[in-house]
């Protein structure tokens, strides 16, 4: 497996509190991602890094923001988290765009605000 | 804008007979194109990818993936299905015409989950 660490794995967080969830990657790779996972809707994005402090939003970033002050980390924090956050949340990364590079997935974190 | 569809939610097959999980894509230019599978409570994993050269893309497990450009397809196959095959199937594609901070996104269709019984 690719050298991708998401924390935690597993957190049950009540509505209105932030919420921050953690990538961590040891092979130095350009590009991280934060997607969600839902039933029905497959991999969305939420956001994205081409670069360390180079962030973008994807397509359901309200309600996220991220920092990427290093290569190796990627954190996603939900700044008042609502009951439609439930989901499960995937970090991949990618070395780049050329020759097609594939994304590696972590583990997931599965996030329930209740 | 870069978009892939997948058109079955599901998919089942018998053991042993050939399966199919259908792929369309939209994209600007030529695409890069991706197939992964997760299974129960894990994460995506990399099965294969067409870049250029032959329509045939052969990868992990047995899988192979078959590139229409006509019909802006990449149709993920495999001869003869086993019962551990069954997981969710995502089609993914690269945005490689962006500018700017877009160039690298990438795109997933919505899964298909295949079904291979005994």
């Known amino acids: 497996d690719a050298g991708i660490t998401q924390s935690p794995r597993h957190k049950v967080t009540e509505t209105g509190t932030p919420v921050t969830l953690r990538c961590h990657q040891t092979e130095n790779h350009r590009y991280m991602y934060w997607y969600r996972q839902d039933p029905g809707h497959g991999l969305r994005l939420i956001h994205y890094s081409y670069g360390v402090k180079d962030t973008d939003k994807g397509e359901v970033s309200d309600g996220y923001s991220v920092s990427r002050s290093k290569t190796e980390d990627f954190l996603l924090t939900l700044e008042s988290a609502t009951s439609s956050q439930t989901s499960v949340y995937f970090c991949?990364?990618?070395?780049?765009?050329?020759?097609?590079?594939?994304?590696?997935f972590g583990q997931g974190t599965r996030l329930t605000v209740v | 804008a870069q978009s892939v569809a997948q058109p079955e939610d599901q998919v089942n097959v018998a053991e042993g007979n050939p399966l199919t999980v259908k792929c369309t894509y939209s994209v600007s230019g030529n695409p890069y194109l991706f197939w992964y599978v997760q299974y129960p409570n894990r994460g995506l994993q990399f099965l294969l990818k067409?870049?250029?050269?032959?329509?045939l893309v052969k990868g992990s497990y047995g899988f192979e993936a078959e590139f229409n450009k006509s019909q802006t397809s990449f149709h993920l196959k495999k001869p003869s299905a086993l019962v551990s095959d069954s997981a969710l199937y995502f089609c993914?594609?690269?945005?490689?015409?962006?500018?700017?901070?877009?160039?690298?996104?990438?795109?997933f269709g919505r899964g298909t989950q295949l079904t291979v019984w005994p």
């Open positions: 067409y870049i250029t050269g032959d329509n």
């Open positions: 993914a594609v690269r945005d490689i015409a962006g500018r700017g901070s877009t160039l690298g996104r990438l795109y």
């Open positions: 991949a990364i990618s070395p780049g765009t050329g020759e097609g590079s594939e994304a590696f």
